[in-house]
Nanobody
């Protein structure tokens, strides 16, 4: 089993920045990608950004231009730097990990961390 522990998040003012971190432990063999999703109240969970082991990044519309994803593969850690935050960025942010197993690609999720942007 994989455990994902998130840190960062909280309450900020519009225009400020935040950095989220997520460290994976446990059965991390076969990790192929890590990233972030978010879910606002009453909305579906949406992709923020995912980065594969070769550095290829897939970003959702919300992340383009203001967010930056990075990974420390040796530490099984993924970061999300969020700049120029707006009220619309308020959501629970979930760390995501994808692992290749004998059963195929398996996802794992962090516990979620609340990001609230106050105008």
């Amino acid at each position: 089993q994989v455990q994902l522990v998130q840190s960062g998040g909280g309450l900020v003012q519009a225009g400020e920045s935040l950095r989220l971190s997520c460290e994976a432990s446990g059965s991390t063999f076969g990790v192929t990608a890590m990233g972030w999703f978010r879910q606002a109240p009453g909305k579906q969970r949406e992709l923020v950004a995912i980065q594969s082991n070769n550095g290829e990044t897939t970003a959702g519309e919300s992340a383009k231009g203001r967010y930056a994803i990075s990974r420390d593969i040796a530490k099984n850690t993924v970061y999300l730097q969020m700049n120029g935050l707006t009220v619309g960025d308020s959501a629970v942010y979930y760390c995501y990990l994808q692992r290749s197993t004998s059963h195929g690609l398996q996802p794992a999720w962090g516990q979620g961390t609340q990001v609230t942007v106050d105008s």
